[in-house]
């Protein structure tokens, strides 16, 4: 009886350990960067090891060896070779993207809105300040006063002024980098560095009273966060 028991504990424990990886995505369906785990990081180390970017043996464990891969990869495919294996990376490796679908209760089109948006007001930002940037749009969404739509916020106008200067000036139709979308990614995955922040300015490139006068929370970069 105690050794019936105790293998149905030891096929229990194996179970419980291996089920993380055999439930992973397949590759494609989400960015896999350092430390990342699962059937999709095996996939996509087989496929590196396989086009001759040797990513080390094929564990489903993204590491070292794997990122230096993927940035070889990248940088032989006219890529930002940032290692991080997102939209851009699965196309140049044939592989299809479910980012083409949808996330939640987010469409790809609002996902590649809020990166443009990311892309344009904070290219050049820590990536801490880039998730902060679309977490802030995200927090507009949960709050009565603004439009229940990732477009509706980015498009707002209010007293005839947009509400993000990338839209008045046309920036926001520029193509987001891998990073802008990995940011839009974490933030909707639920990261909010700014603590609930639904405003942000750079106090070097606006005298707008009215976004002066919010609640701080907090300094990210080169922007400041409120409510």
């Known amino acids: 009886m105690r050794k019936t028991v105790a293998k149905v504990l030891l096929i229990f424990v194996l179970l419980s350990t291996l089920t993380p990886v055999a439930m992973a995505a397949s590759l494609g369906d989400r960015t896999l960067m350092m430390g990342s785990t699962g ?5 996509l180390q087989q496929q590196l090891n396989t086009l001759g970017f040797w990513a080390g043996f094929v564990d489903g464990i993204f590491g070292p060896k794997t990122e230096a891969a993927v ?18 990376t699965f196309r140049a490796l ?3 993207s479910s980012y083409r679908g949808t996330t939640g209760r987010f469409s790809q089109r609002d996902i590649e809105l809020l990166a443009r948006l990311v892309y344009a007001e904070a290219r050049g930002e820590p990536y801490t300040g880039q998730v902060a940037v679309a977490a802030t749009v995200l927090n507009r969404l949960k709050d009565p006063k603004y439009p229940k739509t990732i477009p509706g916020i980015i498009f707002q106008v209010v007293d005839g002024y947009y509400q993000y200067s990338p839209v008045e000036n046309g920036q926001i139709y520029l193509t987001p980098d891998e990073t802008a979308r990995r940011a839009v990614m974490d933030a909707i995955a639920g990261y909010d560095p700014t603590g609930g922040a639904t405003t942000f300015f750079n106090p070097g490139k ?12 907090t300094t990210i970069g080169n922007h400041v966060f409120s409510r």
């Open 39 to 43: 059937d999709d990081v095996a996939q």
């Open 71 to 88: 940035k070889r990869f990248q940088s032989s495919r006219g890529l930002w070779a940032d290692g991080i294996a997102g939209p851009q």
């Open 94 to 96: 044939n592989v299809h």
């Open 206 to 217: 606006t005298n707008d009273q009215w976004v002066r006068s919010r609640t701080y929370i």
